[in-house]
């Protein structure tokens, strides 16, 4: 990147130079539109937050990044803060520099205030100081050729800073509290621009322009030139007005009217209309009461639903999206979030609470609806993939994700994929950046032994590489150990850092149907204490962890079935060698854990909470690992592929910023040696049968079947060979 000298900041911005508040910002176009999203000082490959203060750095670093050639431009995050800005948006002309005479008037109202031009160089902003109740509203001016005004007070926001102030070095950041109420108060009630003609300097005539002519003609000089805008105006109109979907989408693809020219330079005209057409629909539905009258309930509640975004997964289960706070969550139209969202939108017009009768009713036709009109889309539960992207869900309560490429990690959002939340499941910490695998290593028993220790940790870092993939076949970790070995805090601490849960171990199923519930239900499923597996639920947990399915009648007086297909990570652990089937024990890694040492061990408080102030940083270089294991996995080939190939391919290509190389694959065949030492010494036939062959000249014996069952009969004698085994 070339070098580039540092933005000059005007002496009035002192007070936020000080502040470690500093982001940087890239221009990026998204959906057909640019957009300025953040950046990480410290990482300009990552994207940063507007609320999470462990993504924003001090102007220095920030700076010297940009100088660096990093990112477009510099800003500030307003989240928290005690620092206010309105934005002028196509307030001046970039051309020639003249400010619009309603913003020139407002400067001047506020007073020696500190405004500057804004990255596009058609807007300005003002920056004060502001100490009242969260804002962040756009609003627009009436009568004023497209200028709208945005008011951000403490706002879950960043700003961008140019530097290029308007007037003298003087100004000062003057507090802004009573000007941003005022405006809030004057502009709030002017929910649609007016139409006027004239020559867009704000002098025209005010006769008004006709919609009609506006469909016809064009949007011309109104809405400031902003076609995008005019033509958003021109929907909500129609909606207002009585017309259906279908007759708005016509009138906006109608190549007579001029319109439609904003449509025809969208890559995909038809799916942008139908797109802003229901997205006008669903907003107005959301905001306006519902006409009650005497009209069922259970009508109001299908129209209240409608707010929402149906659609159903491709095993056909009816799904809902809806926007609560400022973000989008998803929740299956028969879970408890769905109810509680429809039962709130009721009772925000009505004042009153839906019946159940009613309720059920409402689902029912809602999920007909997801079913047969909405589009298919696949849902994940914490981890899932999208193009060539990896995302996993943080579970918290702004519905953010992590976002993984070849290009780095970064919080998002909204993650293109949908996520499924499940009862118990609990947020990740947002990960943090410059931290190592290695801090793992304090959290876990991995014996006395130095090369024994290296192994294991090489095994279960990659183990859990693997787990953070949305892709299986997954390998089950088996931890084995007496008591005293921490084998349960093992588990858990693994689960801690991929998919938290309020059940972070549980007690093996005893049926097959309640494991894949189970499975459905989250993304690692750690089971505490098993003692021993039947060969029967032996094979189930071959088939979740390389990916296998499972159906069952809904209720015993019917013949619908509910399908269960799930690939997910296992954790199994217990005190005795329980995996003896040669199937699992192929597809498993083995770690034999030794007891703590009494000199060596800690509190429980003190262990979690210190792991706590760990879990960031262990996640965020796990993050690291993955992004470096994205970029070598194309290179990676091995001489052998094993079982699990797939996974011996991850873990060779993730090695290489961990370990030395060919040090996973080394430590990898020497375990599944051990397993299948293992499984040979657990069976009874195949311990007899190393026993009588021990005794054999040269290793050789001749016969037949029946001759060699007689001589392993006696060989083992009868109490063992009666035994059912």
């Known amino acids: 990147m070339t070098p580039r000298p540092p933005i000059n900041l005007p002496p009035a911005l002192a007070p936020l130079v000080n502040e470690p508040r500093w982001v940087l910002w890239r221009w990026e176009t998204r959906n057909g539109k640019r957009t300025k999203p953040p950046l990480r000082g410290s990482a300009p490959n990552q994207y940063a937050s507007s609320t999470d203060q462990s993504s924003w750095s001090d102007l220095a670093t920030v700076m010297g990044a940009y100088c660096a050639g990093a990112g477009d431009g510099i800003g500030f995050a307003l989240y928290g803060s005690e620092f206010a800005a309105i934005d002028l948006d196509h307030a001046r002309d970039p051309n020639t520099g003249t400010i619009h005479p309603w913003a020139t008037a407002l400067i001047e109202r506020i007073g020696n205030c500190y405004a500057e ?33 945005e008011l951000y007070r403490r706002a879950e926001r960043y700003i961008t800073v140019s530097g290029q102030q308007i007037g003298g070095a003087d100004e000062q950041l003057v507090d802004l509290d009573a000007q941003l109420d005022a405006l809030l108060a004057e502009l709030d009630g002017s929910k649609q621009l007016k139409l006027v003609s004239g020559n867009g300097s704000g002098n025209g005539s005010s006769k008004r322009r006709s919609f009609e002519d506006l469909i016809r003609g064009g949007c011309g000089a109104d809405f400031g030139g902003d076609r ?53 629909m669903q907003q107005a539905m959301a905001t306006a009461p519902p006409k009650l009258g005497k009209r069922p309930v259970r009508d109001i509640l299908v129209e209240l639903a409608c707010a929402a975004d149906l659609f159903h997964a491709p095993a056909g289960d009816a799904y809902a999206d809806f926007v609560v706070n400022g973000h989008r969550e998803t929740w299956p139209v028969r879970s408890k979030g769905f109810r509680r969202w429809l039962a709130r939108q009721y009772y925000e017009p009505t004042r009153s609470a839906p019946n159940a009768e009613a309720m059920q009713a409402a689902l029912g036709i809602v999920e007909a609806r997801a079913f047969y009109d909405g589009p298919e889309r696949p849902v994940s539960t914490r981890v899932a993939a999208f193009e060539d992207r990896i995302y996993i869900d943080l579970g918290d309560s702004s519905w953010q994700a992590i976002e993984i490429d070849e290009d780095g990690w970064r919080i998002v959002d909204e993650a293109p994929t949908r996520f499924r939340r499940a009862p118990g499941m609990l947020a990740l910490p947002v990960p943090q950046s410059g931290g190592s695998v290695d801090t793992l290593r304090h959290y876990l028993n991995l014996g006395s032994k130095a090369n024994d220790t290296v192994d294991k940790f090489i095994l279960v870092a990659c183990v859990l590489l693997a787990y953070m993939r949305p892709k299986g076949p997954f390998p089950v970790l088996v931890l084995v150990g007496e008591q005293g070995t921490c084998k349960s805090t093992f588990a858990a601490v693994l689960r801690a850092l991929i998919d938290p849960n309020a059940s972070a171990l549980r007690a093996l199923p005893r049926e097959d149907r309640d494991l894949f519930i189970t499975a459905s239900n989250s993304w690692l499923l750690a089971f505490d204490n098993v003692s021993y597996l039947p060969d029967w639920i032996s094979d189930t947990p071959c088939r979740i962890a390389v990916g296998g399915g499972f159906a069952t009648r809904q209720l015993y007086s019917d013949t619908d079935e509910s399908l269960f297909d799930a690939t997910r990570p296992i954790i199994l652990n217990g005190i005795e060698e329980f995996v003896v089937r040669p199937d699992l024990a192929d597809r498993a890694i083995f770690l034999n854990l030794e007891p703590v040492p009494d000199q060596s061990r800690r509190a429980e408080a003190e262990f979690w909470r210190a792991f706590e102030q760990d879990r960031a940083q262990i996640l965020g270089a796990l993050l690291d690992t993955m992004v470096a294991g994205l970029r070598a996995l194309p290179d990676v080939e091995l001489d052998r592929m094993p079982r699990m190939a797939d996974f011996a391919r991850w873990g060779a290509a993730c090695e290489r910023s961990l370990f030395p190389s060919g040090a996973f694959m080394a430590a990898y065949n020497a375990n599944r040696r051990g397993a299948v030492e293992t499984v040979l010494d657990n069976d009874l036939v195949a311990a007899t049968l190393r026993a009588f062959m021990q005794r054999q000249n040269n290793l050789l014996w001749t016969g037949t079947a029946a001759e060699l069952l007689n001589v392993l009969t006696v060989e083992a004698g009868d109490t063992l060979a009666k035994a059912k085994e």
């Open 117 to 149: 031009v804004t990255p596009s160089n058609a807007g300005l902003r003002i920056i004060g100081r502001a100490a009242g109740e969260p804002l962040h509203r756009k609003l627009n001016v009436p009568n004023a050729d497209g200028l709208s005004c």
């Open 228 to 280: 995008s805008r005019a033509l958003w105006f021109v929907i909500n109109e129609l909606a207002r007005r009585g017309n259906d979907r279908d007759s708005i989408i016509a009138v906006i693809l109608d190549r007579g009217n001029r319109i439609s020219d904003h449509v025809y330079d969208q890559p995909d005209p038809e799916i942008y209309a139908a797109r802003q057409v229901d997205k006008a």
